[in-house]
C-alpha cells in the first residue's frame, strides 16, 4: 500500500504536474519521497508516537499519507528550481566551469537556492503552527472529545516529521537532478531539460559536446582572465 502511494506521488510530480523534466526523473522523485517518508515515519512511529508495531496499517498509513503529501510538494518545488536556474543561469554556471570549478562547486549555489525555496511552506507551517493556525488533525481531536495536550503533542510530533521528511527528499531530489544537468567532465547539458510546455528540449540536442556558444564563451572568459593578468604587468 506505501508502494502504490508513493508511486502516485512520484508521477504526480514527475509526469502530470512537471512543466521542465529530466531523463529518469520518476525514478529520483519516487526514491526522495518513498524513502524520506518511509524512514522518517517509522522513526517516528516507534520513538515518538509509540506505536507498537510501528507499521501497523491503521495509524502507520494516514501518517505516511501526511508525509508523502507535504513531501511531494517539497520534492516538486525543489526541482523545478533547479531546472529553472540551470536554464536562466546557464551562462554563469558555463563561466564557473570555465574557470576550473568542480562538479559540486558549479551545482551548489543553484542548489542551495533551490532547497530554501522548496523548504519555505514546511518552515513556515511548523512555525505557525498552535500561534495562528490550528491544523486539521489537532482540531479533529479536540472536536472528537481528546485531551487538548495529547492532541497538541500528536500535532506537533506529525509537523517534525513532516519537515524532516521534507528536507530529506528536497536535498536528495535537488543534488541528484542537479548532478544530471552537470556532468561528470564536468560540463553543463541543457540538452537533458525536457520543457514540457514549450514542447521541446532546452540547447541543441547535441549529447556529450560542448555547444559552439558554450565553447567561444568559454575562450572569450579564458582571454578576458588572461588580459587581466597582462595588463598590470604592462602598466
Known amino acids: 500500500m506505501a508502494g502504490v502511494l508513493g508511486g502516485m506521488a512520484a508521477l504526480e510530480v514527475s509526469e502530470w504536474k512537471a512543466k521542465r523534466t529530466v531523463r529518469g526523473m520518476f525514478w529520483i522523485t519516487f526514491a526522495s519521497i518513498f524513502g524520506s ?4 515515519g517509522l522513526i517516528g512511529a516507534a520513538f515518538a508516537m509509540n506505536f507498537d508495531p510501528p507499521y501497523i496499517a491503521s495509524k502507520f498509513i494516514p ?20 531546472l529553472t536556474s540551470v536554464d536562466t543561469r546557464r551562462d554563469v554556471v558555463e563561466a564557473m566551469l570555465c574557470f576550473g570549478a568542480s562538479r559540486w ?3 551548489r549555489p543553484i542548489a542551495v537556492e533551490a532547497a530554501r525555496t522548496a523548504m519555505v511552506p514546511s518552515i513556515t507551517s511548523v512555525s505557525i503552527t498552535g500561534l495562528i493556525s490550528i491544523p486539521g488533525m489537532m482540531s479533529g481531536q479536540i472536536l472528537g472529545g481528546a485531551d487538548v495536550m495529547d492532541a497538541a503533542r500528536y500535532q506537533q510530533v506529525i509537523m517534525f516529521m513532516i519537515a524532516a ?12 537532478v542537479a548532478f544530471i544537468v552537470v556532468d561528470r567532465q564536468p560540463q553543463i547539458r ?20 560542448r555547444t559552439p556558444h ?6 572569450s572568459i579564458v582571454r578576458l582572465k588572461a588580459w587581466k593578468q597582462v595588463t598590470p604587468m604592462a602598466v
Open 105 to 107: 562547486e558549479a551545482v
Open 214 to 219: 558554450s565553447t567561444r564563451s568559454c575562450r
Open 165 to 176: 521528511s521534507v528536507a530529506l527528499g528536497v536535498v536528495f531530489s535537488v543534488i541528484a
Open 190 to 209: 541543457p540538452e537533458r531539460i525536457i520543457n514540457r510546455a514549450a514542447g521541446s528540449v532546452s540547447g541543441n540536442g547535441k549529447g556529450g559536446q
Open 63 to 82: 501518517t505516511l499519507g501526511m508525509l508523502f503529501g507535504n513531501t511531494m510538494v517539497g520534492v516538486s518545488l525543489g526541482m523545478d528550481a533547479v
Open 37 to 40: 517518508a518511509i524512514t522518517v
